[in-house]
């Protein structure tokens, strides 16, 4: 593995369905997000960590959970899904949390609740 | 809340120069940034610039920020097809969790 990646790549899934979209970094980076992108609104942020064994809230949380078991993994889940959230799925990671540090994006995926 | 705005789109000829703008609102920003968003891909970081700077230059790539008027824009020179992507401005505090994206300026490039 290099850097960060994200599974499925995409995914068309029955609203009420619960979904988990996998995140893998392998940087030993300590912050982790994950963001959706809508068209004309650009990324906003669902979930972060800054470190393995916290989580916290971000923008638009309503309808995800996340956890951190470990400093590589960072799993986002939909427990029920609804058509709004079809969306395109970015998982991100940095060094650390805050202001300054690079974060790098996953592929995405893509997500299409019906 | 803090608000990050841009164009959502900016067509330019092969060979001319590009600029994209942004406008924020949060007067703590620190850290300004471009990132790019190639078709089906994630974002990768262009270029950033400190709130004390007023330029960045970076070979083709220039960051201006005004500062007073909350504003920062990216000058690409000799703009080529492989310039065609989604450009994001994006602001973050010493502080602050979030980084604050704009909704992106899709940047064609005609031949």
């Known amino acids: 593995i290099a850097g960060i990646t994200q599974a499925p790549t995409s995914q068309i899934l029955a609203a009420g369905r619960r979904m988990t979209l996998r995140c893998t970094q392998d940087m030993r980076h300590n912050a982790m997000y994950w963001y959706r992108q809508d068209l004309g609104l650009g990324l906003r942020l669902i979930h972060y960590s800054n470190t393995a064994g916290t989580t916290g809230k971000g923008e638009v949380p309503d309808g995800y959970s996340v956890s951190r078991a470990n400093t590589d993994d960072f799993p986002l889940t939909l427990a029920s899904a609804v058509p709004s959230q079809t969306s395109v799925y970015f998982c991100?990671?940095?060094?650390?949390?805050?202001?300054?540090?690079?974060?790098?994006f996953g592929p995405g995926t893509r997500l299409t609740v019906l | 809340g803090e608000d990050v705005e841009q164009s959502l789109f900016l067509s330019v000829r092969e060979g001319d120069s590009s600029v994209i703008n942004c406008t924020y609102t949060?007067?703590?920003?620190?850290?300004l940034y471009w990132y790019k968003q190639e078709p089906g891909a994630g974002l990768q970081l262009l270029t950033y610039?400190?709130?004390?700077?007023d330029m960045k230059q970076d070979q083709r790539l220039t960051v201006l920020l005004n500062k007073k008027d909350k504003h920062l824009s990216l000058r690409i020179a000799d703009t080529q097809t492989g310039d065609s992507a989604i450009y994001f401005c994006?602001?973050?505090?010493?502080?602050?969790?979030?980084?604050?994206f704009g909704p992106g300026t899709r940047l064609s490039v005609l031949p």
């Open positions: 994006a602001e973050s505090s010493n502080y602050g969790q979030n980084f604050v």
């Open positions: 949060d007067s703590s920003s620190t850290y």
């Open positions: 610039i400190f709130s004390n700077m």
């Open positions: 991100a990671s940095s060094m650390t949390g805050g202001g300054g540090n690079e974060q790098f």
